[in-house]
């Protein structure tokens, strides 16, 4: 009796030891990812990269259309929204 | 009525571009490098660009729409562009699409992930521009010239032809000291241009 107590005791040890890093995971990934915004938004206002990003965008708006067929094209997108949902939830 | 239009047509001209110190660029660099190995991967870019995007998304819907736009920083122009399949609102995909294509094009040595270097021209030619003469959607050396070109005349405030430390505060230390090779404590504009280049060459 004595012995299954001890058992359950460092069972129970164990698994609270275990939760407490995945339970402090999620708010700290969340903060890292407002800490990126925060360092990167000081360093460049436009996300989507100012003089820089609107020269990128223009020559990829010209090359896009003939180059890829919209199967690929989908295929990129539901990729993309599958990794940034997988992203969501981690950080959450 | 005269006089407002004239302040008008003067402020764009007569704005100087502020350039970021080099502290916060550094700091920029560490917060999307996560594995501190002073290289920045396009897998931690791509954290990096949804962390921006979910920033953007304040509805949390997945979409940047045209409120949300107005609501940041977004360059419209840009915005209509990265819209590929143009319903008005930017999908993750298209968001990441183009921050991907502004990776490619700023790892100028391609070798598939930003030095501090390429990342501290990045931030240098968000502001002064670059020219894709060739359309091929990288930076070749004559194109990097001509951006360095234009970025020196707008680092150099005073206009004498030279940058200080102070004008180049948005440098590494660093790399001012090892482009200013005659040792007079400022850079010429050869000095400026053959050091990054020196720089994305050597990878």
């Given amino acids: ?92 | 009525m005269l006089s407002l239009i004239v302040l008008c047509l003067l402020a764009p001209a007569g704005r100087a571009a502020s350039f970021p110190s080099s502290a916060q660029i550094q700091q920029a660099f560490a917060a999307v490098n996560l594995s501190g190995s002073q290289r920045i991967t396009a897998k931690e870019w791509d954290q990096a660009s949804f962390a921006l995007f979910r920033a953007a998304d304040k509805n949390n819907d997945d979409f940047i729409d045209r409120d949300e736009l107005r609501d940041s920083n977004l360059a419209p122009d840009t915005f209509l562009r990265a819209d590929l399949n143009r319903d008005d609102k930017l999908s993750v995909a298209e968001f990441v699409d183009l921050r991907r294509a502004m990776f490619n094009t700023a790892d100028i040595d391609r070798t598939e992930y930003l030095t501090p270097s390429e990342f501290e021209l990045l931030i240098l030619m968000e502001r002064v521009g670059w020219q894709d003469t060739n359309q091929n959607g990288r930076i070749e050396l004559s194109e990097l010239t001509a951006s360095l070109i234009q970025a020196f005349d707008a680092i150099d405030a005073d206009h004498d032809g030279f940058l200080t430390a102070g004008e180049a505060g948005y440098m590494r230390s660093e790399a001012f000291q090892l482009f200013d090779t005659n040792r007079d404590g400022k850079l010429s504009r050869d000095e400026f241009i053959l050091g990054y280049r020196t720089e994305m060459l050597s990878g």
Avoid: C
């Fill in chain 1, 1 to 92: 009796m004595k012995h299954q107590l001890s058992l359950a005791l460092f069972s129970a040890i164990v698994l609270v030891a275990a939760s407490r890093p995945m339970l402090a995971a999620a708010p700290e990934a969340d903060a890292r990812s407002k800490a990126v915004v925060a360092a990167l938004q000081a360093v460049s206002p436009d996300s989507l990269g100012g003089r820089f990003g609107l020269a990128v965008a223009t020559v990829r708006s010209n090359e896009r259309a003939p180059s890829r067929g919209a199967t690929a094209l989908q295929a990129a997108n539901d990729t993309d929204h599958r990794a940034y949902a997988a992203w969501k939830r981690s950080s959450k």
